[in-house]
């Protein structure tokens, strides 16, 4: 079974606070995304890697950046956090010989 | 343009009826897989199906079935005789090649339609 894992479950931190956010997939999956999930707004694509160290913006990249040093792991980070980053945050992993993605159980962030 | 719509944002049944989630799809590639996930109140999205689209079969999984139209540019799910344990966001979702990024496919999803079943 794939398995896609999140650092946390839940995390509170202040505004202004560097927060990083770490998925990591035992599939060996080239790509990897993040979404953000927020009531009435569905899954938004933040960022999403198609290889090592290769990174492209989704529909909302502002105020975040990624890192993927490792194929297995896939980091986001926001900067300087912000109350308006509060939200639901999905990391999911795809093999480019199958087409579904495999979510990890999220990380609900507030930021206060 | 591509685009995923679940019109239906929130449906409530009681235990036992069936029920229809809608999703309804845009894209002009021919050549493009549709996708269901469930999502628990426990948060994680749980893969359910794949279709591609030159397979208009619709499949049933125990009390699951999936009706895959191309002429309506629909992808129904019905659950059968629902239960308590059914109550979650169901969200479908459209995958189509990227022009840009070899061996790489962009995903649309809808918004999600939550499910309560009551006892």
């Known amino acids: 079974d794939v398995k896609v894992t999140q650092s946390s479950r839940y995390l509170v931190k202040r505004t202004g606070e560097k927060v990083f956010l770490e998925c990591v997939q035992d599939m060996d999956h080239e790509n990897m995304f993040w979404y953000r999930q927020d009531p009435g707004l569905g899954l938004r694509l933040i960022y999403f890697s198609y290889d090592v160290k290769m990174k492209e913006k989704g529909d909302i990249p502002e105020g975040y950046s990624v890192s993927r040093e490792k194929k297995e792991r896939f980091s986001l980070i926001l900067e300087s956090a912000s109350t308006n980053q509060t939200s639901m945050y999905l990391c999911?992993?795809?093999?480019?010989?199958?087409?579904?993605?495999?979510f990890g159980p999220g990380t609900r962030l507030t930021v206060l | 343009a591509q685009k995923v719509t679940q019109a239906q944002t929130e449906i409530s049944v009681v235990e036992k009826e069936d029920v229809t989630l809608d999703c309804v799809y845009e894209?002009?590639?021919?050549?493009?897989?549709l996708f269901w996930y469930k999502q628990p109140p426990s948060g994680e999205l749980v893969f359910l199906i794949r279709r591609n689209s030159f397979d208009e079969q619709n499949e049933i999984s125990g009390r699951y079935s999936w009706n895959f139209q191309k002429s309506t540019s629909s992808f129904n799910f019905t659950i059968t005789a629902s239960q308590v344990v059914d109550s979650a966001v169901y969200f479908c979702?459209?995958?189509?090649?990227?022009?840009?990024?070899?061996?790489?496919?962009?995903?649309?999803f809808g918004s999600g339609t939550k499910l309560n079943v009551k006892p």
């Open positions: 979702a459209l995958s189509v090649r990227s022009q840009r990024i070899y061996n790489f496919n962009k995903f649309y």
């Open positions: 999911a992993s795809r093999s480019t010989a199958y087409n579904e993605q495999f």
């Open positions: 894209t002009r590639d021919t050549t493009y897989y």
